[in-house]
C-alpha cells in the first residue's frame, strides 16, 4: 500500500532497509537513525510518546483493509468464539451493505 502510494504521487518507491513486522523493532530503529516507516493511527496512538515518534502530515486516501475469520475444519467451535463470530458479524453487516450498494450504483472504487 505505501508503494502504491508513493508512485501515485510521481515519487521513486525507497529502497526498504528492514523488514518485519514488529512495531517495537521498527520504532526502535526509527528512533535511531535516519529512517521512515509507516503505522497505523492506532500503532502511532499508543506508541508515539513511549518512542518518541513524530507524526508526518501525510494524506492517505482510504482504503478498506480486507479482513476474514478462519477456522478450523471440522472442529467444534467454543461458546465463546461463536459470540465473537456473531458480534463480529453484525458489526460488519452494514459495512457489507455499504460495499454492496457501491457495487450495484458502479461506483466500486469511490
Request: proline share 6%; glycine share 4%; net charge positive.
Amino acid at each position: 500500500m505505501v508503494a502504491k502510494i508513493f508512485r501515485a504521487r510521481g515519487l521513486s518507491v525507497p529502497k526498504a532497509s528492514l523488514v518485519t513486522h514488529s512495531v517495537a523493532l521498527r520504532a526502535r530503529v526509527l528512533s535511531d537513525g535516519s529512517y521512515i516507516t509507516a503505522f497505523a493511527r492506532s500503532v502511532m496512538r499508543l506508541n508515539a510518546d513511549r518512542y518518541a515518534l513524530k507524526i508526518l502530515p501525510v494524506e492517505f486516501p482510504a482504503q478498506p483493509v480486507p479482513a476474514g475469520i478462519l477456522t478450523l475444519k471440522n472442529r467444534t467451535l467454543s461458546p465463546v468464539v461463536e459470540s465473537f463470530l456473531a458480534i463480529a458479524r453484525a458489526v460488519a453487516k452494514p459495512f457489507a451493505s455499504r460495499v454492496s450498494s457501491r457495487r450495484k450504483s458502479g461506483n466500486e472504487g469511490s
